[in-house]
């Protein structure tokens, strides 16, 4: 007895052709509210990392120590605004340890000096 292959050929090619992810509907990862929702939670974030280093910027301590050293804090403040992602994130890390610092007392001042030196100089690098 002999079975030809055309017959089952043509059976089973809407089945293969139903299983195909080129044929077949695929559901969306992420919907577009959920997106819209990361990138408002992202423009957050992002806000108030700059927010953070532009308090520690406007601070009488970072003032005084960012004149005495020649630095222009304008420059920095307008770095500030072009900062984002992982470099905005890290500038905010160090921000944060300074204005934590500063709030501790005239203990930290000399390690805090140091720390806004460098929050300074690295927004100055970043935006050139």
């Known amino acids: 007895m002999r079975i030809t292959l055309k017959p089952v050929a043509i059976l089973l090619l809407p089945v ?11 559901a969306r990862v992420v919907d577009a509210s959920a997106l819209q929702q990361a990138l408002d939670e992202r423009t957050t974030v992002e806000a ?15 003032q005084q120590l960012a004149s005495r050293m020649g630095l222009n804090l304008a420059d920095a403040r307008t770095a500030v605004g072009t900062l984002s992602g992982q470099q905005l994130a890290d500038v905010a890390a160090q921000a944060s340890a300074a204005d934590v610092a500063l709030a501790g ?11 806004l030196l460098l929050i300074i100089i690295i927004i100055i690098l970043l935006s050139q």
């Open 16 to 26: 293969f052709l139903a299983a195909s992810p080129a044929f077949a509907q695929q």
């Open 48 to 62: 108030a990392q700059r927010a953070q280093v532009q308090q520690v910027l406007d601070r009488a301590e970072v």
């Open 105 to 115: 007392g005239a203990n930290t001042i000399v390690i805090s000096a140091t720390t």
